[in-house]
Nanobody, 117 residues
Framework: QVQVVESGGGSVQPGGSLRLSCAVS????????MGWYRQAPGKQRELVASITRGGRIDYVDSVKGRFTISRDNANNTVYLQMNSLKAEDTAVYYC???????????WGQGTQVTVSS
């Protein structure tokens, strides 16, 4: 049975940092794409960052230069280092992944990030 465990969310002041992690374990196939989405109250879920197994990375423009995505392929874990956080980064952050040869997105349970003074 596949388990997805997200951690690292919390509350921080503007300008602060947080590091999210998402570990996928259990009876799983090779994972190609891993990434992070976020959803703020009253807004649609948006892609924040993604990384392929081979290391190709994409970011939404609003986080470029502030967020860094990385992954540990051996342990099927993806990380999101978030620096210089702003109030508009406040959202529930969801990790997601896609197996090789498929297009279906699988989701973590979500972790709350709140940036407030």
């Amino acid at each position: 049975q596949v388990q997805v465990v997200e951690s690292g969310g919390g509350s921080v002041q503007p300008g602060g940092s947080l590091r999210l992690s998402c570990a996928v374990s259990g009876n799983i196939f090779p994972i190609n794409l891993m990434g992070w989405y976020r959803q703020a109250p009253g807004k649609q879920r948006e892609l924040v960052a993604s990384i392929t197994r081979g290391g190709r990375i994409d970011y939404v423009d609003s986080v470029k230069g502030r967020f860094t995505i990385s992954r540990d392929n051996a342990n099927n874990t993806v990380y999101l280092q978030m620096n210089s956080l702003k109030a508009e980064d406040t959202a529930v952050y969801y990790c997601n992944y896609i197996y090789y040869g498929t297009s279906r997105l699988y989701w973590g349970q979500g972790t709350q990030v709140t940036v407030s003074s």
